[in-house]
């Protein structure tokens, strides 16, 4: 199941394929969005967004595109016209002269106006995404004790996408590890240093992870690379105080603490 990081950099592959660049041929599937592709033709990419696991393409004549890929969709890049052999069903492509992007199987499709996309329910429900750079840790130290969210367990709340879209099992973990907090805390429960420590990472972690996971050149990078440091290292030393990492469930997903250092 891909995070907020791995979403992201998805949606980066799309935009480096296509953005700015005219659109000469744009195909919809669903009778109902038929009536856009004349609207589209000539017109071109100017963003990409994600929100969670939705994907808000945005159009230069101010219609915007929600995909959310469930479990079945995926995007393809292609070179115009090309049309890879798959059994999935094409239910959009998106092309200039040079490139196309193609959504494959894929159900959760609508084209309308920006304004009344960002008013579509799926985006009404989740929190602000993680990997948003506008978002700070102050916000997300605030929402951490708002009354939707203060009283709630981090292990599950970590994975709920309306506490923060983005976040996913691994993150939780290093999330956790990197605060030094077990899941069991509540916001209500936990000193100012720990609030600002959890806020901190909440947001650092997954950024960390968007901009270096996978790197295997440090010297692109200022700065420490994305690593697991508990996440499927159960019976390894924790680097920071040499307990042996614990597995367990949590929320019926695995989950990875250090009971040394997180307390
Ligand atoms: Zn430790």
């Known amino acids: 199941m891909p995070e907020g990081p791995e979403i992201r950099r998805a949606a980066d592959t799309l935009v480096n394929a296509i953005e700015g660049d005219t659109l000469t041929n744009v195909w919809f599937a669903f009778p109902a969005l038929k009536p ?24 230069s004549n101010g219609l915007s595109m929600y995909s959310h890929n469930q479990l079945y969709g995926v995007w393809k890049v292609v070179k115009s016209g090309e049309r890879p052999e798959t059994k999935r069903e094409l239910r959009v492509a998106l092309e200039s002269r040079k490139q196309g992007i193609l959504l494959y199987s894929a159900s959760d499709i609508e084209v309308a106006p920006r304004d009344v996309i960002l008013q579509h329910p799926f985006l009404q429900r989740i929190g602000p995404d993680v990997l948003n750079p506008s978002l700070t840790w102050q916000s997300v130290r605030e929402r951490l004790l708002s009354k939707g969210f203060r009283q709630r ?45 959890l806020a901190k990472s909440l947001l650092a972690i997954p950024r960390l992870s968007y901009h270096t996971r996978g790197e295997a050149n440090p010297a692109h990078h200022h700065g420490a690379l994305f690593r697991f440091h508990v996440f499927a290292k159960e019976g390894q030393p924790c680097e920071r105080c040499g307990t042996e990492i614990v597995k367990c469930a949590l929320s019926s997903r695995p989950f990875f603490y ?3 250092c997180q307390r």
């Open 36 to 59: 856009y592709e004349h609207q589209l033709v000539g017109q071109k990419i100017d963003e990409i967004e994600t929100r969670g696991k939705a994907l808000l393409t945005h159009f």
């Open 153 to 197: 367990q981090l292990g599950g709340m970590l994975l709920d996408q309306a506490f923060l879209a983005g976040l996913g099992n691994y993150l939780r973990a290093e999330i956790l590890w990197d605060a030094m907090l077990l899941p069991s805390h509540k916001p209500s429960g936990l000193t100012e240093d720990a609030l600002t420590a």
């Open 258 to 260: 250090c009971p040394g």
